[in-house]
């Protein structure tokens, strides 16, 4: 048996194969397009997998103000924050965050899905949300992905 080609294979920075990848979110539900989104971030799809390592994809979503949310998520869920100060809660529902800023509402649901560390903040910087159509990487030519074909 030839054990030389059973070596566990350990991605780096100058080893892994990064690409753009194009997701459009219209008519998309927020926490599937969320989950997938988030796999794609870490790498978690490819084989050469490292978990402590930024092996994923470049990630464009497109449309985020068309994305759906199943339910009466839209009308009952709430985001929490807090300023610091005594009674400094501030409450916003899914609809008044949809309403102003539709691209913090899938930059939320995305971020909550990544790790709580370095390796977190430095994946979530390869997401980039657009609200509509338009987005200024054409250069880098993205494959485009259909998240109905994604389990």
């Not at 809660?89 to 800023?101: S, V």
Request: glycine fraction near 6%; hydrophobic fraction near 35%; include cysteine.
């Amino acid at each position: 048996m030839d054990t030389l080609s059973y070596k566990t294979v350990s991605a780096n920075k100058a080893t892994v194969n990064k690409k753009w990848v194009l997701i459009d979110a219209q008519d998309a539900i927020l926490g599937r397009l969320s989950s997938i989104t988030a796999k794609f971030l870490r790498g978690k799809y490819k084989a050469e997998f490292t978990p402590h390592v930024d092996c994923g994809d470049n990630i464009i979503i497109i449309n985020a103000s068309k994305v759906r949310l199943t339910g009466n998520k839209l009308t009952k869920k709430q985001y929490i924050r807090h300023t610091g100060y005594p009674g400094g809660q501030k409450i916003r529902t899914a609809d008044e965050i949809m309403k102003k800023n539709p691209i913090e509402l899938v930059e939320k649901a995305v971020r909550g899905m990544l790790p709580k560390n370095r390796l977190g903040r430095e994946l979530f910087r390869n997401l980039y949300v657009y609200a509509d159509e338009t987005h200024k990487h054409e250069a880098q030519k993205p494959k485009k992905v259909d998240l109905n074909t994604i389990k």
